[in-house]
Nanobody, 122 residues
Framework: QVQLVESGGGLVQPGGSLRLSCVAS????????MAWYRRAHGEERELVAS???????TYSDSAMGRFTISRDNGKNMVDLQKNNLKPEDTDVYYC????????????????WGQGTQVNVYS
């Protein structure tokens, strides 16, 4: 069992920045993928960014150029630096862990954090 704890959410004005962090603990498989999803109100959770243990990253179109995902394998931590935030970025963001696949979508053993709220408005 893997547990994930997120932090870093909050309220910022448009154009501001936040850094979300997620720390994993428990029975972690070294070859894993970690990701950030958003709630996407009224829809299934939407993948924002992912990174595997070798550093391969993916980004959604809206995140590309504004957000950067990174990880520290030794600390079992993944961060999402969010710059130039827009009101449409307002959502709950969830950390996700997966093992058994090269991409987050292909993983079998997945764990989710409780989510952290990001509000972007004046």
């Amino acid at each position: 069992q893997v547990q994930l704890v997120e932090s870093g959410g909050g309220l910022v004005q448009p154009g501001g920045s936040l850094r979300l962090s997620c720390v994993a603990s428990g029975n972690i498989v070294p070859a894993n993928v970690m990701a950030w999803y958003r709630r996407a109100h009224g829809e299934e959770r939407e993948l924002v960014a992912s990174i595997n243990n070798r550093g391969r990253t993916t980004y959604s179109d809206s995140a590309m150029g504004r957000f950067t995902i990174s990880r520290d394998n030794g600390k079992n931590m993944v961060d999402l630096q969010k710059n130039n935030l827009k009101p449409e970025d307002t959502d709950v963001y969830y950390c996700n862990y997966g093992a058994g696949g090269w991409t987050i979508e292909a993983t079998e053993d997945r764990a989710w954090g409780q989510g952290t709220q990001v509000n972007v408005y004046s």
